[in-house]
């Protein structure tokens, strides 16, 4: 079975890019308004990934995914987010989403995306980061840094975070620079799938 790319999102424009875009890249797509729709064309087995948007009226990206596991469905899922949205996107990690990608994104970080995630759907193995290499790459973080990076998985901007730890936005800058270099991350939303796998993500309320 040839994998497919599954798209659910309320914004027809959204969607609709986001087919172009991956159809041109060589992508076999199925669009999908909503997560009812989605939930009531899929199959056990479906091969592929699932980009979703975290926000919809009906059922949102979370709750789909939900079903998705009750389904014993094993789609990778990239979730797509509204800026500020950065604590749904943890939940949606918590809950086993593979990645996801903050409005407005660039064509290359939903390409990218979509690229690990297809090669995780055909390797058929379960995604994320364990526990012991999580660790293992927070462990050089300094304490001050450490705090930086739980109050930017909060999804707090660098303004929020400077002045609670009663630093310049600048500093922030600088702690932020570190803990991408030490931790290896070349995302947020790598950066926010370690502190989850390593147990240090805030409470989702």
């Known amino acids: 079975m040839r994998s497919t790319v599954l798209i659910a999102d309320d914004d027809d424009a959204v969607r609709e890019s986001l087919q172009v875009l991956l159809e041109t890249a060589g992508h076999p797509v199925r669009p999908f308004a909503s997560g009812n729709d989605l939930l009531a064309a899929l199959r056990p087995g479906e091969a592929g990934c699932l980009i979703i948007d975290v926000r919809m009226p009906g059922l949102d990206g979370l709750e789909v995914q939900e079903r998705l596991r009750r389904a014993r469905i094993a789609l990778p899922v990239i979730v797509i987010t509204g800026h500020g949205d950065v604590p749904l996107a943890v939940r949606a990690m918590k809950a086993g989403a593979l990645d996801f990608v903050e409005k407005p994104f660039t064509e290359e970080a939903i390409l990218a ?93």
Do not use: D
Request: hydrophobic share 45%.
């Open 113 to 205: 995306a979509v690229r690990r995630a297809l090669e995780i759907s055909r390797r058929q193995h379960p995604a994320g980061i364990g526990a012991a290499e999580a660790e293992a790459r927070l462990s050089p973080l300094s304490e001050r840094e450490r705090a930086v990076l739980q109050l930017l998985v909060a999804g707090k901007p660098n303004k929020v975070i400077a002045y609670e730890l009663a630093i310049s936005p600048r500093t922030v800058e600088i702690h932020r620079a570190r803990v991408m270099e030490k931790t290896r991350a070349r995302s947020l939303s790598e950066l926010v799938l370690l502190a989850v796998a390593a147990g240090i993500a805030p409470s989702s309320g």
